[in-house]
């Protein structure tokens, strides 16, 4: 007869998809609860513990990215994952309306991050909707530069070149006559929606002491553009970033 030993109690694998359910709530943040607090505290220093924590989210189809002392359990969903968002699952969102959010998304990482140092440093980087939409209309000519090779041929990002295509005809900032708000139609409009995203997920926060319509990245946003960075839409918009920033020095 043979007996089996575990090196996690019922306690421990407990303790660890509270941890888990901790990082799946992006908005709270462990210095707000002692017992989040202390749990991530055990992650960083008990491996065993962080084992027991990795395996509950591996269940889950998540990805633990980072265990941050301010931001908490950083998870992200894989590719697939039923916790995984995407644009096309948005039920109000037509094909055209779900590329132009898509363009504004990535803009905001690409302004905000275009070098791989960017994605490395711990640097709190602010945004507003006059910046993404500025950077995104500059472009414009350069998008249609990149849209050909040097023998004129079409590359092939037809997804970004259908969205800033849609973009440029768009007002950047048109007010609705009522209530003087930006109008769903406008640009602006279009990034608001896409930085207030971010807020609910825990990835920015609202600025308005700085400017209106300015918000902060969150380190967690960070992490996650990190993990995205390969996507050739990304890779695209910072060619374009890191070549406007050389011409502005």
């Known amino acids: 007869m043979t007996t ?10 407990a303790d660890a998809a509270v941890l888990v359910r901790f990082g799946c ?20 220093m008990d491996g065993a513990f962080r084992d027991a924590a990795d395996a509950a989210a591996d269940g889950l189809d998540l990805d633990v990215m980072e265990a941050h002392t301010v931001e908490g359990l950083i998870l992200h969903p894989r590719e697939g994952s039923w916790l995984s968002y995407r644009l096309k699952d948005h039920p109000k969102l037509g094909v055209n309306d779900r590329l132009v959010l898509g363009l504004a998304h990535v803009a905001i990482a690409a302004r905000a991050y275009p070098t791989a140092g960017d994605l490395e440093e711990e640097t709190v980087k ?8 500025d950077f995104l209309r500059r472009l414009t ?10 023998d004129g041929l079409p590359v092939p990002h037809p997804e970004l070149q259908a969205a800033w295509q849609l973009y440029t005809k768009l007002p950047p900032s048109q007010l609705t006559r009522k209530k003087g708000q930006l109008s ?28 209106p319509g300015t918000y902060r990245l969150a380190h967690r946003f960070r992490v996650q553009v990190r993990e995205a960075a390969a996507s050739a839409a990304y890779t695209a918009l910072c060619d374009l970033r890191r070549a406007h920033l050389a011409e502005e020095d």
């Open 4 to 13: 089996s030993t575990s090196a996690y109690s019922p306690a421990d694998l």
């Open 25 to 44: 709530q992006p908005r709270l943040r462990p210095l707000q609860f002692a017992q989040y607090r202390d749990l991530l505290q055990r992650y960083r």
């Open 126 to 133: 602010r945004v507003s909707l006059t910046d993404v939409d």
């Open 141 to 150: 000519a350069k998008l249609r530069e990149a849209a050909v090779d040097a």
């Open 184 to 211: 769903q139609s406008s640009t602006q409009r279009v990034i608001k929606e896409a930085l207030d995203w971010l807020v609910e997920q825990g990835m920015a926060y609202r600025a308005d002491e700085l400017g």
